[in-house]
Structures are given as structure tokens and as C-alpha cells.
């Protein structure tokens, strides 16, 4: 089993005026170890409007400095929203090329329909759209890295014309894909498809064994394939999965504080049964007013990888168990000094056994699926556009409303640049 970070830059109030820049940098230097202690990913979610909650609204510009300052840790999009509103799949495919590249092919690419009404109709989405719209999205998205040209599509959400989409990714076809699953219906529609299950596992590793299961069956019997890179994978997040390790349990638990449970409190407000104002509702003050009321709100003893080096590998050798390929382990709100010196005590204690394991797990998986990959791949449904005009072409000037509008802004500017050229001769020439 692979074990993972995930970040959703919680930044709880109150703030002061320089927050949210060292919150960022908190995280670099906190991936930098993460990368030099063996951590497999790092997950990284994209959110929008959800203050206190998420400060994650541009994930491909973190990953792109995390890049920079890491040689090994995969660089995971936790995931992006592919509705076109918020992220057109031609500029999906051009910035997760351009980290593919930055980070020398270190790019997963999770996906996610957005599900809370802040996000939503913020985009002025309609929920009924949004599956359709991801499942556009993605096959344009994945068609744009590996189209050359991308021959265009029309279809109930998104349309574009022909056009040659750079840069490509240098993993070929394309990064691993993968799709957010809350549901276990969502993760068969994900086995059905050959992609990687971000599962959001909230029921401990009894019952996850039973998704993992699940999750392979449904892939042997009836994926019917369209992106060109399989990633049979199930990959396994949950509201008990909150890391803070330490020299003993009872350090830990200190410095994991009451902040543990605010991940799934965030959930519970912004998407099932809070009232937001923006910029007015205080999310951490009716975090700590619940936990008030009910203290298991705030996690404790054995509900995360929480502890001791020891009480942390016992935590997690149940999730290994399991059978889920990779555990995500989620970051505490402003807690960097902690969660450094988890990474750290992760690294020297808790990851080499794991690594050792997952290096013969992977082998032995490829080995057993080669069968069932075969049989898959004989079921694939071809993803293909139309058949590329070799007498198309653009340019020109844009026009608009039925050829009344002429963009003009070029022609005048270089007009302007003519003109100095001009002008500059002209000068050249008088002061020979």
C-alpha cells in the first residue's frame, strides 16, 4: 500500500494579513520532506468560494512550485473540477501537460464533477448537468493531450473546433486518470471505465476491503474502456484518516488539538446542512461550538494515523489489509511544526516497511491482472473524434453578431509598431 499526503489548505479564522502566503509556503517545505521521506503523492484538491475550508483553488500553480523543490513524490490533482464553466478541458489538458513536463512526469490526474451549491452556482452549474459534463470533459480533455490535431467535438455541453493543443505531457498517452468516488456506486462506474477510484472511504478498513473487492470485480467484468491508459487502482480517503505523529500518543494527540475533525465538518457545512454568508459565516467558530456539544467531532484515539510511530504502523497496517492500493493521509489546519516532525518520524519509522511491501504488492498485482487486462482491452470502446479536415484552416480577424463586429485592436497596434519601424529607418537614415 501506498501512503500518501493530502492537502486542502484549511485555513480556519481568525486571519491576519499574511495567512494565506504562509500557509503556502508551510506547504512547500512540508512536500519538500515529505518528497526526502518517502511519501508516495502528494494530493492536492481544487475548491472554490469555500473559505476556512479550502484555500486550494489553484492546485496546478502549487504542484508547479512543489515540482521545483522535489525530485521523487507524485504531483496528484485531489482532484480538478472538469465542468467547463470552471475548467475548459482545452486548458485542462494544456496545464496539466505544462506540470507533466515541469515535473519530469510526475502528474496524476484526478477528476471530480464539484458537487457543494457554493461551487455549483457559483459557475452557474446545474446539478442535473454535472456527470455529463465531466464525462465531456474528460474525453476531450484526454483527447486534447494526445490528438495531434485534437479534431474537435460537439456535444450536449462543450464544443471546439479543430486545434493542435501544446504542450503534450511526458507521460505517454497521458497521466494516470482517476475520478472522485463518494459513493460505491461511483467507484463501479469507475472500474467500468479503467480508471483509478479516489474513494472516500468514512467506514474504517472492514468495510473497505469490501469496496476494494467490488472495485476489481466490476473492473474484470465489465469495463468497457475509452481512455488509452488503464489505471486499475482504488485509492482510499476518509474523515478517519487525519495524520499527526509524534514521540507518544499522548504528544500527538496534543498537538492534533481539536482541529482532526474540521475536514468533515467542512463537508457537512458546505455541502448538506449549512447556511453560508460569504465573507461573513465563521466556519471554525461553529466548528468549535459543535465540538462543544459533542467532543467526537474532534477525533481521537484511533481515528486517524494518530500517535506514536508504533500506534501509527498498527493504524495503518489495517488499511493495508485492506487491499486498497493507496491511503491519502490528511493534513491538520495550521499545525506546520507538527506536521513536520510527523513527516519526519513517518520517514525514519513508520514508510520503509510499507515502501518494501508495496514494491513486491505492485509486481504481484501486474502479474495476476495480465489476464483480466487482456479480456478488458478486448472490450474497449475506441475514444476518437472526427476524422481531421485536411482543408481546414483559421485566421484573420475575429469577427462577431453576424459579421458586424471586427476585433480591431490588432490591426491598430501594429499599425502603431509599423509606424515606429518606420520612423526608426527614417532616423537611421537621417544620422548616417
Not at 504531483?75 to 505544462?98: D, T, W, Y
Not at 477528476?111 to 454535472?130: H, R, Y
Not at 489476464?371 to 473524434?385: N, S
Request: proline share 7%.
Amino acid at each position: 500500500m501506498k501512503i500518501s499526503l493530502f492537502y486542502e489548505f484549511a485555513l480556519p479564522r481568525p486571519w491576519v494579513a499574511d495567512d494565506e502566503r504562509q500557509m503556502f509556503q508551510d506547504g512547500l517545505d512540508e512536500v519538500e520532506a515529505a518528497d526526502k521521506a518517502g511519501f508516495s503523492t502528494v494530493w492536492l484538491t481544487e475548491h472554490h468560494f469555500l473559505e476556512e475550508y479550502c484555500h486550494s483553488t489553484a492546485p496546478e500553480m502549487f504542484l508547479a512550485a512543489a515540482s521545483q523543490r522535489t525530485k521523487d513524490i507524485r504531483l496528484g490533482f485531489g482532484v480538478m473540477h472538469l465542468p467547463p464553466a470552471i475548467n475548459h478541458p482545452a486548458r485542462i489538458a494544456e496545464r496539466v501537460s505544462s506540470l507533466d513536463l515541469l515535473s519530469n512526469g510526475r502528474v496524476e490526474f484526478g477528476t471530480g464533477e464539484g458537487s457543494s451549491v457554493g461551487e455549483l452556482d457559483g459557475f452557474n452549474i446545474d446539478p442535473a448537468d454535472k456527470r455529463g459534463q465531466w464525462e465531456e470533459s474528460l474525453d476531450v480533455a484526454i483527447r486534447c493531450m494526445i490528438e495531434e490535431p485534437f479534431t474537435g467535438f460537439k456535444g450536449n455541453h462543450i464544443q471546439m473546433p479543430a486545434r493542435n493543443v501544446v504542450p503534450k505531457p511526458v507521460q505517454s498517452p497521458h497521466p494516470p486518470v482517476w475520478v472522485a468516488c463518494t459513493r460505491p456506486s461511483s467507484v463501479q462506474m469507475a472500474a467500468q471505465k479503467g480508471i483509478g477510484a479516489l474513494s472516500f472511504a468514512y467506514t474504517g478498513p472492514g468495510p473497505l476491503a469490501e469496496r476494494v473487492r467490488g472495485y476489481y470485480q466490476e473492473f474484470e467484468d465489465k469495463a468497457e474502456p475509452t481512455i488509452p491508459q488503464l489505471n486499475p487502482n482504488i485509492l482510499a480517503i476518509g474523515g478517519d484518516l487525519s495524520m499527526m505523529v509524534a514521540p507518544t500518543d499522548e504528544q500527538a494527540l496534543q498537538r492534533l488539538g481539536v482541529g482532526g475533525g474540521f475536514f468533515s465538518f467542512g463537508i457537512m457545512h458546505y455541502y448538506m446542512t449549512g447556511q453560508h454568508t460569504p465573507g461573513r459565516t465563521g466556519v471554525w467558530d461553529r466548528y468549535l461550538e459543535a465540538v462543544k456539544e459533542d467532543e467526537t467531532l474532534a477525533y481521537g484515539p484511533g481515528r486517524g494515523a494518530i500517535g506514536s510511530p508504533d500506534t501509527v504502523r498498527e493504524f495503518l497496517r489495517g488499511y493495508e489489509e485492506s487491499g486498497v492500493d493507496e491511503i491519502i493521509l490528511l493534513l491538520n489546519p495550521r499545525s506546520h511544526e507538527g506536521t513536520m516532525e510527523s513527516i519526519e518520524l513517518m520517514g525514519k519509522h513508520v514508510l520503509p516497511e510499507f515502501i518494501e511491501r508495496d514494491a513486491k504488492q505492485v509486481a504481484a498485482k501486474a502479474k495476476r491482472l495480465e489476464p483480466i487486462i487482456e479480456k478488458v482491452e478486448a472490450r474497449r470502446k475506441p475514444l476518437a473524434g472526427p476524422a481531421f479536415d485536411e482543408n481546414y484552416s483559421f485566421g484573420g480577424l475575429p469577427t462577431g453578431r453576424g459579421g458586424t463586429f471586427t476585433a480591431s485592436e490588432i490591426p491598430e497596434a501594429m499599425a502603431e509598431i509599423n509606424e515606429g519601424r518606420v520612423q526608426a529607418a527614417q532616423r537611421a537614415k537621417d544620422e548616417q
